[in-house]
């Protein structure tokens, strides 16, 4: 386990895959929820993961960072596959970033506390030096002066770009995003719109369900879509919405487009 | 990349389910996950058969006296002997059937509660506090309509316990309405007044309060007025619970949206009108599980009236296990008291709960 | 509420009748004189009921001599001292038995409770049989069960059960070795003294330490190892100034050591026993206040259980603990007046129980008893608001 120092970006090894899951199921108890899940992202790539509700989504991106474990086919994460292994699913978690929906900000805790929690006690960093880098983050989604205050008093759109600042903090080399904007008033969902597609323009490795199509439209590489907890299809943004393939997809893509 | 075809649901691998995958899950998931199982079965194994063998396999059950206990077992035979007085005390024999009869009277109004489809609820539940009482205390005190009178002293055992605390949830009710209201009134002299005496009697232990009603309640009272020992346990328990239930009762108040409140000023109605038709009805819904919790307390705690000198359920076992027939028939008599109190304050914490669950599921919709 | 027709009153000033001031403020003067009156009867009456009695009224009695012996004091009592005295030994033993209970309460309290949580089937279950035992059956027969049917019927002391024939229960009580410091041993005192502000100083050097270079310390096992260490290091230098008095059975009971009174120990461990079910019912109901979300999100930031329990969890779990433990210890330290019901002689029963019966001033007795337990009651709770102001989580 080699500690990176957390400021300094190490170039991502580009011959390993970022993410790669081969034939993976997943069941809560007899219900089975991922069915036969075979995705590949490249260092840098850019996926936006779409589908209708109850589809799997949010379960599939749980599973590659292990807050969800899956029961066969395998998992690897910058080449390091995903066991029971407390040692690796430690590595992993370092490497991969993740924002949730209901922003999971730590209440108790001050904004500048939230995004020095983790350099402090994982990475093991001076406060002093664990302060600036949290505020160098909070700055480029720009709320600084928001730092001292607790996540209670900030607007939703604020509170979710204190948790990307959070996540950055570690400097992870892959972001998960579990639609990021989904609880969020619409004149918020632009200013966490514009954090995201600032991060994807700077190469981060990024998986995002979300249900913003202009996003995935702006940004993606690869649009994937899941449904009856399989993946369905995965396309190019372009001929993803242009030229859906699967009648799933058209009626997804019809639904969602049409208002 | 058209080759999606449905995959129809698989089983999951085979020791992730089933018994094999809940004792993997649940008891050996890991190292120290399986000391915690051994741990807990040699706790069991500790507990469970020694407690087996005294209540059941080495237990007596059949005989009369004390010469019937030969196993190294409980003595239930004891329990046995003298059931009719942990039952009613020394409530005259020939009259049980009264007692029965108010016992049966209280199931038959309380029981249709429980069931939502049962049409008259309201009825029975305003029954069961207004008219019901005077039936149960012109059967019980008797002294009319040619029933026999018994003096209060003569009442014992589960019935009085029942008796006490019904009486104290009953009564403390309304007093607990207007003090939760006075407690939240815009007069600061009744809002005052309302908190001091709550948080006086919540201050204060309730064996105190038994004291103060046995040995002071005289001194308040001019000449010649007085109260037997019962009436002034019952007015201290009184007293003691409506300070708690107006607590109850005051966090179901709070509950209730301020456009509850609101709504009913804009159509015209006057403070008792919009407290009595539109803000009390919601706010008793919401507190039907913290009065039960309270029930519960109350429940438990009249067993403090052992110690001004009343026989309740426990006052009556203690008598008879000091009593010098029976030896050594202590752990039996408390076994069974405790038997007791844990079934009625087992299946009404469970009931409470269920109300809880049922009632925050409501308000979601 | 039926009104009278008001069509004669000033659009500008309605009737005094129908004038919300008004009649707020004679609603509240008829309230304030009907209590008063109500007071002003009973007053009347118990001074006259008094009178009758021969009874004087006034606290001038608390300095008569007493003439009665107490079973256990923490201060110097005998029958010669005063009525006020009596009061002061029953509170101190109120006082000590409500701390131990309070101590054992919390520590079984919150095992429990986690294990209440536990991933493990067997222990979970176990914990949960324990929560639905013991909160439902009452207190006081609780303490009679482990007084009359478990401490009574212990053998004697000549047959009493004992450990290393250093520890001996019987139906007597526990006696215990008792710790007898002789000259010398204040060396040890100052090492403790010295230890606990060395503690601190190394916390705080810890916490300075991680905070500019980020380096971690292991401060509790210090700690501990300066807490233990230090004082025995004391111990050995000064020659070793402590020895022991082990109890010895002499005639029907035994000299010297501790005894703890079987009186305290039924009612310690029925309190104890009691209130840790409740207190674990109400911390894994904290803990479970505690959304999953956030420990997930402790988690994809990398942090372990340990770290994500200590960092995250627990400290949003005590807020929602902290309230209802602190109305617990009330609850706990009022029950404790229930030890009239087997003699342990606490501040009901000597002074509300044998104080009241002998000098029959029934006033005085019981408002002083009830004064201290309001006293105790409302300072703890005065304590609570403001620590759940200060705890508040800060919101919009």
């Known amino acids: 386990m080699s500690e990176t120092q957390a400021n300094v970006q190490s170039a991502p090894d580009v011959s390993t895959l970022a993410v790669e899951i081969k034939d993976m199921h997943k069941w809560y108890g007899e219900f089975h929820v991922l069915k036969d899940i075979n995705l590949e992202v490249k260092q840098g790539e850019r996926i936006v993961i779409c589908g209708p509700s109850g589809s799997g989504k949010s379960t599939l991106i749980r599973c590659i960072n292990r807050l969800e474990e899956h029961q066969q086919g395998q998992i690897m994460v910058q080449g390091i596959e995903l066991t029971d292994d407390l040692k690796k699913i430690d590595e992993i978690r370092r490497e991969v970033g993740m924002c949730f929906q209901h922003f999971n900000l730590f209440p108790h805790l001050t904004v500048l506390e939230n995004c020095t929690l983790a350099l402090i006690w994982v990475r093991k960093m001076p406060k002093v030096q664990a302060e600036e880098i949290a505020m160098n983050y909070l700055e480029r989604v720009k709320i600084p002066d928001q730092a001292k205050k607790f996540p209670g008093q900030l607007s939703g759109g604020q509170q979710q770009r204190v948790a990307i600042a959070r996540s950055l903090c570690m400097s992870p080399k892959i972001m998960l995003f579990d639609e990021p904007t989904s609880a969020l008033d619409p004149e918020m969902i632009k200013e966490v719109l514009d954090v995201m597609v600032e991060l994807a323009h700077e190469g981060m490795t990024m998986l995002c369900v979300t249900h913003e199509m202009g996003f995935a439209k702006m940004v993606a590489d690869r649009v994937i879509f899941m449904d009856v907890r399989q993946i369905v299809e995965e396309n190019e943004p372009n001929e993803f919405f242009n030229n859906p393939q699967h009648d799933r997809t058209k009626l997804f893509l019809s639904q969602i487009l049409d208002h | 990349m058209t080759n999606f075809r449905e995959i129809a649901d698989m089983p999951p691998p085979a020791n992730t389910v089933g018994v094999v995958g809940w004792v993997r899950k649940n008891l050996i998931s890991t190292p120290m996950n399986a000391l915690f199982t051994f ?48 039952m009613y005390g020394f409530y005259p024999s020939e009259e049980y059937w009264r007692m029965n009869l108010v016992f049966a009277l209280l199931a038959a109004t309380f029981l249709p509660q429980f069931f939502d489809a049962f049409p008259y609820k309201k009825v029975f539940g305003i029954f069961s506090v207004t008219g019901f009482p005077i039936i149960a205390y012109i059967l019980i005190s008797g002294g009319m309509l040619g029933l026999e009178h018994v003096e209060t002293d003569r009442w014992g055992g589960l019935s009085l316990t029942l008796i006490l605390s019904f ?127 309270t029930f519960i307390a109350l429940f438990k705690d009249t067993t403090l009236v052992l110690i001004i000198g009343l026989f309740d359920i426990l006052g009556s076992v203690q008598s008879a296990i000091v009593d010098p027939v029976w030896r050594g028939v202590s752990t039996e008599g408390y076994v069974f008291a405790a038997m007791c109190f844990w079934v009625f304050c087992f299946s009404m914490s469970r009931y409470s709960m269920a109300l809880e669950r049922k009632l925050h599921t409501g308000h979601k919709r | 509420m039926a009104e009278p027709g008001n069509t004669s009153a000033t659009p500008s000033k309605p009737a005094p009748w129908n004038d919300p001031a008004v009649r707020s403020v004679v609603f509240q003067v008829v309230a304030v004189a009907a209590v008063a009156y109500f007071f002003y009867v009973i007053f009347d009456n118990t001074f006259t009921n008094m009178e009758k009695r021969g009874i004087t009224t006034g606290f001038a009695f608390l300095d008569n001599p007493s003439g009665f012996g107490i079973l256990m004091s923490l201060v110097e009592y005998d029958e010669s001292h005063t009525y006020g005295r009596t009061f002061l030994v029953g509170l101190l033993n109120t006082v000590l038995v409500s701390f131990l209970g309070i101590i054992v309460a919390t520590a079984l309290g919150f095992t429990i409770g986690v294990a209440r949580l536990s991933s493990n089937w067997i222990i979970s279950k176990l914990a949960a049989v324990y929560i639905e035992v013991l909160r439902n059956i009452p207190l006081l027969l609780q303490i009679f069960f482990w007084y009359f049917a478990v401490l009574q019927v212990l053998p004697g002391p000549r047959n009493s059960f004992s450990w290393n024939e250093a520890v001996f229960l019987s139906n007597r009580g526990l006696f215990t070795p008792a710790p007898v410091f002789e000259s010398g041993s204040s060396l040890i005192f100052g090492a403790l003294v010295v230890a606990v502000v060395t503690v601190i100083a190394v916390a705080n050097w810890a916490r300075k330490r991680q905070e500019t270079t980020g380096q971690q310390f292991h401060t509790v096992y210090v700690s501990i190892g300066i807490l233990l260490g230090l004082p025995f290091l004391a111990f050995l230098v000064s020659g070793m100034p402590v020895s022991i008095d082990y109890p010895a059975l002499k005639g029907f009971n035994f000299r010297g050591g501790i005894r703890i009174i079987p009186e305290l120990m039924a009612l310690l461990w029925a309190l104890s026993f009691y209130t840790a079910a409740f207190i674990a019912e109400i911390v894994r109901a904290g803990i479970l206040a505690v959304e999953h979300g956030q420990s997930e999100a402790a988690h994809a930031l990398g942090l372990r259980p340990a770290p994500t329990l200590k960092l995250v969890v627990i400290p949003q779990a005590l807020r929602v603990i902290i309230p209802p433990l602190t109305s617990q210890y009330l609850n706990l330290a009022k029950n404790s007046s229930l030890a009239t019901a087997i003699g342990y002689p606490d501040l009901v029963a000597v002074f509300m129980g044998t104080t009241l019966n002998q000098t029959g001033q029934a006033v005085e007795i019981v408002a002083m008893t009830m004064a201290v337990y309001l006293t105790i009651s409302l300072s703890i709770s005065t304590l609570m608001n403001w620590y759940n102001k200060r705890k508040a989580l800060v919101e919009r």
Do not use: H
């Open chain 2, 39 to 86: 741990i807990g079965l040699y706790l069991v194994y500790l507990l469970l058969p020694p407690l087996l063998d005294w209540t059941v396999f080495s237990a007596n059950f059949a005989g009369e006296d004390q010469t019937a206990c030969t196993g190294t077992g409980a003595c239930w035979v004891f329990i046995k002997a003298r059931i009719t007085l942990f």
């Open chain 2, 167 to 293: 009486v104290g949830i009953v009564a403390a009710l309304p007093i607990g309405v207007v003090l939760a209201l006075g407690r939240r009134s815009s007069m600061p002299v009744i809002r005052t007044m309302c908190i001091v005496f709550i948080e006086l009697w919540r201050g204060v232990p309730l064996i105190s309060v038994l004291f103060m009603a046995s040995v002071m309640l005289p001194l308040f009272l001019p000449e010649g007025v007085t109260f037997n020992k019962l009436a002034r346990a019952m007015i201290g328990i009184v007293m003691f619970q409506s300070a708690y239930m107006a607590e109850v009762i005051r966090g179901g108040l709070q509950a209730i949206p301020k456009g509850q409140y609101e709504a009913a000023s804009a159509l015209g109605l006057s403070y008792w009108k919009s407290m009595s038709f539109i803000v009390l009805p919601q706010a008793m819904k919401l507190v039907i599980p913290g009065i039960v919790n």
